[in-house]
């Protein structure tokens, strides 16, 4: 592990407790520079701290209280393919916390992982790391999976003929709660001690407090922050550990499975192990009620091909023809090729060739950079948005990115405040008809202020916005009446630019993968 970053295994339990505790661990979405959950997470800790919660709420409400937590969908792509991300009530989510991180329950999980990970053979990669450098925990996450997923794959290359790459459909909703009670004491324990009024072990705790969050569903966990990925993690170590059990009789045989959250990479010098393999995994999946996705799942031999996205080849093939970067005597400066619009038109042919990928935020953020340079556009500007809004319409991981880029040439085309206004009134007539549409609202939202605009936005976090006194989620299961504390920094609010920084949706700032 690169000694820029933490993974939580090496945490103290208290260190442990303050990184799920943090804004940014809890609410994984990139949101206008506005918002913040650290004081309502302070707040919501000091209130259940303890063992509080249970005196706290009426059970019985929790039960039917859907909208307790606060869920919004995100497109995997311009059509109907989302995922629904979660934001728990503050006083469920520290109360979690509280009990995971527990000095004597921290210790147990540890020792479990310890025993999940004692197969050299069979690798976890993904487990949530803290940046102890200068770039942010995400930052530091997606070099962690560049460094040990795509890296290794290829080294791998060097040892191993094939690999079988597949992942698991649906995991988080797959995950059954009952399992995360297997995982912690094993399933026998588990199944020994279930329907036991007296059963006071942390496994049965920290299953039934995440059961309870989600008004008792068992079927899924919550998706959305560290904490959750922490736990799926918790269930997956589980499985590579009963995976372990299953090929004892491959021991002598060179194999590897490389594990990135739901993302299995099989190295093997034979076919028919690593075939094998995969049939184990199947079966080990199916006990714990997940399945892979069999469109995904697939042998290859060419292992360094197959190790990088087929997107990040192409784009990487583009940057430099469209911005070579040279050596002036001191230093290295881009010496961009293109006009604008031209650039643009290079990340646009990128989304169509392969939609809603990574690296289109990526040269979104560079071409913010490239604005950032500059303070005026000289070229119509009325086309370039017209690009940055079909790109932002098709491919929902450029929202944020491609709202910022927006800001920027609305505010270096030198437009009259009328002007703008019209302008993002076409913008967001454009993307109306997007998918499930709220969180692209958040970042119109953003783009409208200080505009001009008298546009209105829906959704709860909207309204957040508009009336800080607003919250998101419903405490009517909590006893005695309570105010939890805004999501929205004011003073964010009011110093607010009608440029969006880059800082707000650049993960690497100048890091280059």
Known sequence: MSSERKSVLEMTAAEARAFFLKSSSYASMVLPEYFDFQPVLDFAFSKVSGGKLNSMINGNILKTAEKANYSIILNKDAGYDWREVKIVHPLLYADLVEKITEDKNWNELLDRFG???????????SLPVKSTGKMGDTAETILNWWEELEQTSI????????????????????????TIDWAVRGKDAAKQAAGKRNDKSFAHKLDWTVERLQCNQTNGIPQGGELFNFIAEIVLGYSDLLLSEKLKDLNNVDWQVVRYRDDYRIFSNSKEIAEKIVKGLADV???????????????????????????????NSRVPIIMPKVWDGKHRRVNYQLT??????????????????????KALTSFAKRLD?????????EPLISIVADIVSKNPKAIAPGVGVLSKILLKGQQKSSESA????????????????????????????????????????????????????????????????????????????????????????????
């Open 422 to 513: 019209k302008i993002v009134s076409k913008i967001t007539t454009k993307l109306e008809n997007t998918p499930n549409l709220e969180y692209l609202d958040v970042w119109l939202q953003r783009l409208s202020m200080l505009s001009g605009s008298e546009l209105t936005f829906s959704g709860k976090l909207c309204d957040a916005v508009k009336n800080t006194n607003n919250t998101i989620w419903d405490s009517s299961f909590v006893r005695a009446k309570i105010t939890l504390p805004s999501i929205i920094d004011e003073v964010k609010l009011q110093e607010l630019k009608p440029e969006i920084s880059t800082e707000v949706f650049d993960v690497f700032n100048d890091y280059n993968l």
């Open 373 to 381: 340079q500059q303070s005026l556009i000289e070229e119509s500007i």
């Open 155 to 178: 080294v791998n290359s060097l040892e191993y003929a094939y690999c079988i790459r597949t992942d698991i459909t649906n995991c988080y909703g797959s995950i059954y709660t009952h």
């Open 285 to 315: 999946l199916a006990d714990l009620n997940m399945h892979f996705n069999t469109k995904k799942t697939g042998l290859v031999s060419d292992i360094i091909e197959s190790a990088i996205k087929p997107d990040k080849v192409y784009w």
């Open 340 to 361: 604008l619009q031209k650039h643009l038109l290079e990340i646009l042919w990128l989304s169509k060739k392969f939609p809603n990928s990574g690296s289109i935020s």
């Open 115 to 125: 025993l999940f990970e004692s197969n050299p053979k069979i690798r976890c990669i």
